[in-house]
């Protein structure tokens, strides 16, 4: 789950770390009192769940309260479009007033857990302000790391490291140890699986604040953090996944044109490669899991066919705790609930397989029930193509 910057400075705040003083606002007028009790000049950024908001126009400086009010204005209400929100872009409906700092050094961190190793790591570097994807592309030598065992925790001595390892001075360096020791926390407390400053500023009077900050938490641990889970913002979301996460379904919206329909995040992986393989691009993720029932699958069906670029759907099963006739007979419902109209082809195997089939082929409805993955895989892309 994701959440917005000023709500991600929130909760970083209660466990010590340092960040920018500003509030959050809906309305344009409420900039005025804002700015005035923040000294004057202050920062407006646009609170949406994208990277990029500074390029696409949705962080600006106010030199004054009235300019202040006017540049809030502007930005409340816009469609801002980054390359993290596609073309179809945000609608910004809350920006963050903060103070405005006189910045001496833009620096980076980040917590991230890493999926090799299965450990949090911590990561520093001094190209601050900067993707930190284009700093691991580019300038790989620039990132420092610090594999976290789980055991023992964020050490004093890492955090001394990484600081020194930012060309910081003793001074400075002493409360880089603090602030990455309060970030470590924080993010273990919460169950995170993303805590990134960027950037991590040093201003000119020897301060270190998180001038932006971002947090996600990992889904399978909110129920352990109701009042992170109560911060989350649907407006943000892709409708179709608000729809699927209702229906307990995964289901992960992409920009091609066919369609899946998988259980098993693994078999899901590999039917999108194989799509991608037999030259066609995957519409979605969708894993409806080991133990769908009927209903699961029409809904399932639904949200796939609520994407208008689908153009042929991929039903990719392995019966296993889940019988295929199930499948069947949950597929052949939603198709006659929902007059589908895009071509289905059905791959089925496992418990039931040959029964599942039957149903398909006497349904009276307009199946495709293919013979292994490839040829799955095949006929589906040149469906698309044809429709």
Request: hydrophobic share 45%; with cysteine.
């Amino acid at each position: 789950m994701k959440i917005h910057e000023f709500q991600a400075k929130q909760i970083l705040a209660c466990y010590g770390v340092k960040v920018p003083r500003g509030e959050v606002i809906d309305q344009a007028e409420k900039a005025r009192a804002v700015a005035e009790k923040l000294g004057g000049t202050v920062v407006v950024k646009a609170q949406i769940h994208a990277g990029g908001r500074g390029k696409g126009g949705g962080v600006k400086l106010a030199h004054n309260p009235a300019e202040a009010v006017k540049v809030a204005s502007e930005i409340l209400g816009m469609k801002l479009v980054t390359h993290q929100t596609g073309p179809e872009g945000r609608i910004v409906r809350r920006v963050l007033i903060e103070e405005g700092l006189d910045i001496a050094r833009e620096l980076y961190l980040g917590l991230v857990i890493d999926r090799v190793t299965g450990r949090p790591v911590m990561m520093a570097s001094s190209e601050g302000g900067v993707e930190i994807e284009v700093v691991a592309a580019e300038r790989p030598e620039k990132i420092l790391k610090e594999p976290i065992h789980p055991g023992t925790g964020f050490q004093p001595f890492q955090a001394r490291k990484l600081s020194y390892g930012l060309g910081l001075d003793a001074a400075l360096a002493n409360q880089a140890s603090t602030f990455l020791c309060a970030l470590y926390r924080a993010f273990e407390a919460t169950d995170a699986s993303l805590a990134e400053v960027n950037p991590f500023v040093v201003t000119r009077d020897g301060r270190l604040l998180a001038l932006d900050a971002k947090m996600n938490f990992d889904d399978n641990a909110l129920y352990r953090h109701p009042e992170i889970a109560e911060l989350r913002d649907l407006n943000e979301e892709d409708p179709l996944e608000v729809k699927a996460s209702e229906y307990k379904l995964n289901y992960i919206r992409l920009n091609g044109n066919v369609g899946c329909m998988v259980n098993g995040a693994g078999l899901a992986m590999a039917t999108m490669d194989i799509i991608q393989y037999a030259g066609g691009r995957p519409a979605n993720f969708l894993d409806v899991g080991g133990g769908a029932n009927e209903e699961q699958v029409r809904q399932g069906f639904e949200i796939i066919l609520g994407d208008p670029n689908v153009r042929a759907v991929l039903i990719n099963i392995f019966g296993g705790i889940m019988r295929c006739d199930i499948v069947a007979n949950g597929v052949v419902t939603a198709a006659r609930s929902l007059g589908i109209k895009v071509p289905v082809v059905v791959r089925l195997e496992g418990t039931n397989v040959e029964l599942g089939q039957k149903i398909l082929r006497e349904s009276g409805l307009n199946f495709t029930v293919a013979n292994g993955m490839k040829d799955a895989a095949e006929k589906v892309v040149q469906l698309a193509k044809a429709s």
